[in-house]
């Protein structure tokens, strides 16, 4: 039986959350499960391009163990999914446009499958299973 | 002939020591092994659930001072 795809929606900037989506996205993508990410509001500021790990991400209890502690960085292990499964990782077009940024020019390279409208995020979602962070 | 690699994931936390063992099977031949130290107390159910899942085989578990070795055989 194929496994129903994973959508994740992550809306969160704080450290922990987006480390859990990474954590999930990355893990269910090498388990033979599809997964398509969309990335908006104030998650897509750990996305910006040129942020080392340390300016990424906005607080959370676990931050700074995160930080001082051997933990894979959460952007980075959304590259290893998406290299090692199968793994789409979405820009909200609206938040793309408030900020006047350009998917392939102010986001984490060869990361992103391009800018995507809530719409039809939600409407692929619903032949799958639909998370929000 | 098939040939065991080592990995010492030792010292990562989850998900670190899965996705270093699945980058290595990805460049393994069909038959050769994977032997993942893991300090990650995740890892000794982890890495079964998940060969489980996408059909590799584990070959053995065992717990050592302060670490997990799971040894995993590329099958596919």
Not at chain 1, 76 to 87: C, H, I, R, S, V
Not at chain 1, 89 to 116: A, I, R, Y
Not at chain 2, 6 to 33: N, S, T, V, W
Not at chain 2, 42 to 48: E, H, N, V
Request: with cysteine; charged share 25%.
């Amino acid at each position: 039986m194929q496994t129903k795809p994973l959508y994740i929606m992550l809306c969160s900037g704080e450290h922990e959350k987006i480390q859990l989506a990474a954590m999930v996205a990355s893990v269910a993508a090498v388990s033979d499960r599809p997964v398509e990410v969309f990335v908006t509001m104030n998650a897509i500021l750990a996305f910006e391009r040129g942020k080392s790990p340390a300016e990424r991400y906005q607080g959370g209890h676990f931050h700074e163990m995160f930080k001082t502690q051997n933990v894979p960085d959460a952007v980075e292990l959304f590259g290893q999914g998406k290299m090692l499964g199968e793994m789409k990782v979405w820009c909200c077009s609206m938040v793309l446009d408030l900020k006047h940024w350009d998917c392939d020019k102010n986001l984490t390279e060869d990361l992103f499958d391009g800018p995507l409208g809530l719409a039809k995020f939600l409407a692929d979602a619903e032949s799958g299973e639909l998370i929000t962070i | 002939m098939a040939e065991r690699q080592k990995i010492d994931a030792r010292g990562a936390f989850c998900p670190g020591p899965l996705m270093e063992l699945i980058a290595a099977l990805k460049l393994a031949e069909i038959g050769d092994e994977v032997d993942v130290w893991s300090s990650d107390k995740g890892s000794a159910s982890d890495i079964p659930a998940w060969c489980a899942k996408v059909g590799h085989s584990v070959v053995e578990t065992s717990e050592h001072d302060g670490y997990w070795s799971v040894v995993v055989r590329k099958a596919k």
